[in-house]
């Protein structure tokens, strides 16, 4: 009988202290409450849609409607990626290109944030951060046309320089071997702004009485980059990695099918797992097999975010996500 009373009695001082706590925060919940909402109607309310994916997807009326009255097929969907003679050049493509978006996104990045903070003038350097973060704006439908502009096999510029300089014309929307360093110097110019700003505010948040301590010890500026700057960088740099492999069976769908201009010719080195699904939806109207697709991308992706997180959490478990 004790027990039970001081059991009560801890329930109601857990239950004040909880009280306590949310009228003590109140104004910050009242901050967070529309990102709340938010989350709640576009992320998780959606995800009841994952349903579609084990169904033959058919128009019923409403959505509810057609949810219910569409029939199982269980994973029958999931057989398109994986029966399609193309699913091993679709997911190479996919793994590989990521693979290398990994990378870059990470050194590039990095070196123009390190040299941009080395920069004494902050005009010039806010110059610079401009001219690289204005094409991250900028819709793979506007950079596929100034891309044309250049390409172009009768009107391009580098054809006519070219030309001029009496060299045949290149047909580059039917030639695959060159669109794989397109894509990626397309992606890297596009993105590395992004990245960069991000590392740049981390850089700009580390302690200045650091590199005062180096300078007395005698440190040159690439010594206090490799002992201050890029250790403490590391669990930004961890983080941002963390997040790019769980996006490696993700593409950038404008990439692959914006910048090549669709072109049949160079499918062996753009097509990827999401343009074969946009493909696949477009001739055969297959909503389940689409929803299945993204299914198996989120999936993979949380496989991938936990096991690179488990071993970040081996190696320095400071900087894991948890």
Not at 104 to 120: C, D, N, Q, R, S
Not at 172 to 185: A, G, M, R, V
Request: charge should be positive; charged fraction near 15%; glycine fraction near 6%.
């Amino acid at each position: 009988m004790q027990n039970k009373k001081e059991k009560d009695h801890k329930v109601k001082n857990t239950n004040k202290s909880f009280f306590k706590t949310l009228n003590k925060n109140k104004e910050l919940l009242f901050l967070t409450l529309p990102g709340t909402v938010w989350f709640l109607i576009f992320a998780y309310l959606p995800m009841f849609g994952v349903l579609i994916a084990f169904k033959n997807w058919r128009v019923h009326g409403g959505f509810l409607e057609s949810l219910i009255k569409s029939d199982w097929v269980w994973f029958d969907n999931f057989k398109f990626l994986f029966s399609s003679s193309d699913a091993w050049l679709i997911t190479r493509n996919t793994i590989l290109y990521n693979l290398v978006f990994i990378v870059l996104g990470i050194v590039l990045p990095v070196t123009l944030a390190i040299l941009l903070k080395e920069l004494h003038s902050k005009r010039l350097s806010k110059y610079f951060q401009t001219s690289m973060f204005l094409p991250y704006f900028l819709s793979w439908v506007v950079v596929s046309y100034c891309l044309y502009a250049f390409l172009s096999p009768d009107k391009g510029y580098v054809n006519n320089i070219r030309q001029n300089l009496g060299m045949d014309s290149i047909s580059w929307y039917t030639e695959p071997k060159y669109w794989p360093f397109i894509i990626i110097f397309m992606s890297q110019w596009k993105g590395i702004g992004y990245g960069t700003v991000v590392y740049l505010a981390s850089i700009c948040g580390i302690d200045k009485s650091y590199y005062e301590a180096a300078l007395v010890d005698g440190a040159s500026k690439w010594q206090q980059i490799k002992s201050i700057t890029i250790p403490l960088l590391k669990p930004v740099i961890i983080i941002m990695f963390i997040n790019a492999v769980g996006g490696m069976f993700r593409s950038d769908f404008g990439l692959f099918f914006q910048l090549p201009k669709d072109s049949g010719a160079l499918y062996s080195v753009t097509n990827v797992i999401d343009t074969y699904v946009y493909r696949g939806l477009m001739n055969l109207g297959n909503i389940g097999m689409s929803s299945a697709a993204g299914l198996y991308q989120s999936i993979v992706g949380l496989v991938l975010i936990l096991v690179t997180n488990g071993i970040v959490r081996k190696v320095d478990n400071e900087n894991a996500f948890f």
